[in-house]
């Protein structure tokens, strides 16, 4: 092949490519580019800047509740986290079993994921409503282990509970499926001289399918903390009174005094860390 062709293919390969490049650069390299510039400023309600240098990241540094989102954020990731992969992944066991309906039940695991989420976050807010909810019509009615009916949605204490608890409910669908799909290409001959070695179900899960699945199940742990850091519809609407990051950013942004400069900064933060971490899936899991 001639250089001249080469030359040629290359060119058309940048036309190809430089619409897509040129819509990622406005929707997603220019924002962040914008919010690093934000962030050393004050910027005033009536549009204008006044250059603060590093105060913005200072300020944010000694303001407590920052480090409060900040663990509030660290709860909120542990038992998403795990909760996702430990449910995913015993769905993911229970449904590559041979049972009948087995196909119906694997589409309906999946409809948590799917199903919008202000519909299921205004289900959620009924279950655990003080007054006609079901949660406390069990607990206090049924089985008789409270006096008083509890506003656990009201509450931020119990309220980061019943977040976790959502979000375990709405994504561990996605962690189903991912391990679902490595479980089938698992060989069935290995749990056959695994049984012949006299291993139980137990030694089997431990010894065979957890090895088969490590790559799958750090891939699903990794990418849930990346998402569950930027995680803002479901916590905003379901319990806004949960100060995660993100929360803490927007009424940062956008709610009593208004400090967008600051708000910035703490997404400069967040997004470092989220760089980081996506180095680390790229470098540990997928070994590139």
Do not use: C
């Amino acid at each position: 092949m001639s250089s001249v062709l080469i030359k040629n293919e290359a060119r058309l390969g940048l036309k190809l490519v430089a619409p897509a490049v040129g819509i990622i650069g406005l929707l997603v390299i220019y924002p962040i580019l914008f919010n690093v510039y934000l962030s050393f400023f004050d910027v005033q309600l009536n549009g204008t800047k006044i250059f603060v240098g590093f105060d913005n990241y200072s300020e944010l540094l000694g303001n407590p509740r920052y480090y409060n989102s900040i663990g509030i954020s660290v709860v909120y990731l542990l038992g998403t986290v795990t909760g996702t992969t430990v449910l995913g992944l015993a769905a993911a066991i229970l449904m590559n079993q041979e049972f009948h309906f087995r196909n119906l039940a694997r589409g309906l695991i999946l409809l948590p994921y799917f199903a919008p989420v202000i519909s299921v976050v205004f289900g959620w807010q009924f279950i655990f409503d003080p007054v006609n909810g079901i949660y406390n019509h069990v607990m206090v009615d049924v089985l008789h282990l409270s006096d008083t009916r509890e506003n656990m949605i009201g509450d931020p204490d119990s309220a980061l509970f019943v977040v976790i608890l959502f979000d375990i409910w709405k994504h561990f669908p996605i962690a189903y499926l991912l391990l679902l799909a490595k479980l089938q290409s698992v060989p069935k001959d290995l749990y056959e001289a695994a049984a012949i070695d006299g291993q139980n179900a137990w030694g089997r899960f431990w010894h065979v399918t957890l090895p088969e699945l490590k790559f799958v199940i750090a891939t699903v742990v990794l990418l849930r903390i990346i998402w569950n850091l930027n995680r803002f519809e479901d916590v905003f609407l379901l319990a806004p009174n949960v100060e995660t990051l993100p929360i803490f950013t927007y009424y940062q942004a956008f709610s009593g005094v208004v400090d967008q400069g600051g708000a910035a900064a703490i997404s400069v933060i967040q997004l470092l860390v989220l760089v980081g971490l996506i180095w680390l899936y790229v470098r540990k899991v997928l070994k590139w």
